[in-house]
């Protein structure tokens, strides 16, 4: 149904030192595949491990085990060349609040290696996209925060990367709609990995919630 794998992740793991937790294994063995055009969504409840599979995918943070390629990149090895083929949504949305998009967008364009001739056609584009193009000149600090999402969606695509990490939501019908297959992290470790007919089948119900918690107390009585 998709492409060749854009994303391989294999036996990933990370053990964070804490000084008064100790050990944390916040992720613990993690295998997934994501191929060319699928929009696969990591669902797991606080603390899972998914921000911490995500940054060490998108290079910012070591993992203690593992390996991972992207777009048929070793992450590891080929840090840059995966960094530019990928557009990472932070929760923060990574937006400097002195500039203006115009500004911020440009600028975001130059580090990613696009020049001034790909770049002007590439932020217009963009900016009718997103309907930008209104407060392309406002300072961000002076946006609202809808205004400002749309900003950071338009940093993350403007080098046109052919690997999404973009989105992020606690809204479970979101989710149940926009994703082609699910996994389901728990403890740092996936629990279950299928479309939602495919979960459905598997638990019984029918709602993503419902099956959502289904497979959590599964986990739960795997020993967790
Ligand atoms: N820098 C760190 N040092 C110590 N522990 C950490 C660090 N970063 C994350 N952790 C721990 O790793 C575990 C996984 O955290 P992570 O942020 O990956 O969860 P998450 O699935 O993204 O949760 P949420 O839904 O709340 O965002 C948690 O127990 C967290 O406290
Ligand atoms: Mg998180």
Do not use: W
């Not at 993690?30 to 797991?44: A, H, P, Q």
């Not at 963009?126 to 406002?138: N, P």
């Amino acid at each position: 149904m998709f492409g060749p794998d854009m994303i391989s992740v294999r036996d990933l793991a990370k053990v964070f030192q804490d000084k008064k937790r100790g050990p944390v294994r916040a992720v613990d063995g993690v295998s997934f595949d994501v191929g060319r055009g699928e929009i696969y969504g990591l669902l797991g409840p606080n603390g899972a491990g998914k921000t911490t599979t995500l940054r060490i995918l998108a290079t910012v943070l070591a993992p203690s085990r593992g390996s991972a390629t992207l777009d048929g990149l070793d992450i590891f090895r080929d840090g840059r060349r995966v960094r530019q083929r990928l557009g990472f949504l932070s929760g923060d949305m990574g937006l400097y609040h002195r500039l203006t998009p115009r500004e911020l967008v440009a600028f975001f364009g130059r580090l990613n290696s696009l020049d001034g001739a790909r770049l002007r056609p590439r932020m217009d584009e963009l900016f009718s996209l997103l309907g930008i193009h209104e407060f392309a000149d406002t300072k961000i600090d002076k946006l609202s925060t809808g205004m400002r999402q749309r900003v950071a969606i338009a940093r993350t695509l403007v080098h046109d990367p052919p690997v999404l990490i973009l989105y992020s939501t606690h809204v479970m019908e979101e989710a149940e709609c926009l994703c082609d297959r699910i996994g389901v992290i728990h403890r740092g470790k996936i629990r279950a990995v299928g479309t939602i007919e495919e979960l459905r089948a598997r638990t019984g119900k029918s709602r993503l919630r419902e099956i959502f918690l289904d497979l959590l107390s599964l986990a739960e009585g795997d020993g967790g």
